[in-house]
């Protein structure tokens, strides 16, 4: 075990990991991940690896290679996540072609895919083959992988993803200083003493008694209490802890979040809503900066969604945002926990 773990610890040992051992379990848990396919079988859910970083040339694309390459040999990158027609062309072809992994590089947006999130959780996947009248349904046995600066994810991504984080001090990456060349040539060249690292942990688990992780993951149980088991037994900490990235994961929720601390109980419109959001910086991915005057129907349509979205929704110490009313009547507002609100949602049946 030691001796693996001085391998592993050596291929990571120049990546700025930003935080003080979970973005590197959550590393160390795609390297087992695609190695230990065999233990998980075909049916288990298993995580997206969403690897971000504060500037370009920190080592996103390079670590997710440290996942993939020892198991899989040289790493075949997919670029940006397209179109929603386009992702589903693409997912279905990587499930024809039976790929355990798919890699989308450099995603510098929202992620926001609902065709991603649906195949991320499924066991079979289906769809029309492109240019012929034909359909195709097969197992999904596709871990995937997404690198990115500034990429911010929604909620559905979110709960089913793990986070790896860099941080780059310096202002250049070029003026960045390294022991050792780590690319391509010698990942493949290091394949040997990585893949028998990695089966000493997964051994040494076993012998072990297959213990279970400090933690569970609800989004993918299964996978959680068997990778996670073996990372954390290697002693590398959890990988399946809550990753707190305010500047990237889940921007929404976590706009969401300080909007309701603003809310003083008072019933809100709408527009005031929108001009609380404006004052203090809060979605502006949706609703831009004050400066852009009048939101379009459009922008109105999707911010009125997300906060339906919430409605109900208790956040913090017992602070439930509650959305009353349709259309140009809709008022909202943020009451305790424990309020009795029946009469407010009487007619959906809500209880306090």
């Known amino acids: 075990m030691s001796a693996a773990k001085e391998v592993i610890d050596e291929l990571l040992s120049e990546f700025p990991f930003a935080d003080d051992g979970r973005s590197k379990s959550v590393a160390v848990a795609a390297m087992i991940g695609l190695f230990g396919a065999g233990l998980l079988g075909t049916t288990i859910v298993r995580p997206v690896f969403i690897y971000l970083a504060n500037a370009e040339g920190a080592g996103k694309t390079l670590l997710a290679k440290c996942a993939i390459s020892p198991t899989h040999g040289l790493v075949r990158t997919d670029g940006d996540l397209k179109d929603k027609a386009e992702t589903a062309k693409e997912l279905l072809a990587a499930v024809i072609e039976a790929r355990p992994y798919i890699l989308f590089d450099n995603c510098k947006r929202h992620l926001d ?12 996947w289906s769809g029309r083959i492109l240019g012929v ?8 046995l596709v871990t995937v992988f997404v690198t990115g600066n500034g990429c911010t994810v929604s909620p559905d991504m979110r709960r089913r993803s793990l986070f790896v984080e860099l941080f780059m001090e310096d202002e250049r990456a070029e003026d960045r200083q390294f022991r050792r060349v780590l690319d391509d040539p010698a990942l493949l060249a290091m394949r040997p003493r990585i893949l028998g690292a990695l089966w000493a942990l997964v051994r040494d688990w076993d012998a072990a008694g297959r213990p279970k992780p400090s933690r569970p993951h609800t989004a993918f149980p299964r996978w959680s209490e068997i990778i996670g088991g073996v990372v954390e037994h290697a002693g590398y900490g959890c990988p399946l802890q809550t990753a707190e990235i305010p500047s990237a994961a889940d921007v929404d929720g976590a706009d969401m979040r300080e909007l309701v601390q603003l809310l003083d109980g008072e019933p809100v419109k709408f527009d005031e809503l929108v001009d609380t959001a404006w004052e203090h910086g809060l979605f502006e991915r949706i609703i831009g900066s004050e400066s852009d005057g009048d939101l379009k129907p459009s922008d109105k349509s999707t911010f009125g969604k997300l906060l339906k979205r919430y409605d109900r929704r208790v956040f913090g110490e017992g602070k439930r945002f509650v959305v009353d009313g349709k259309g140009h009547s809709r008022t909202f507002c943020v009451v305790n926990q424990t309020d009795d609100i029946h009469g407010r949602h009487g007619q959906q049946g809500l209880s306090p």
């Open 133 to 140: 009248s034909k359909m195709f349904a097969g197992e999904s």
């Open 113 to 124: 895919s609902p065709s991603l999130e649906a195949f991320v959780t499924a066991v079979i």
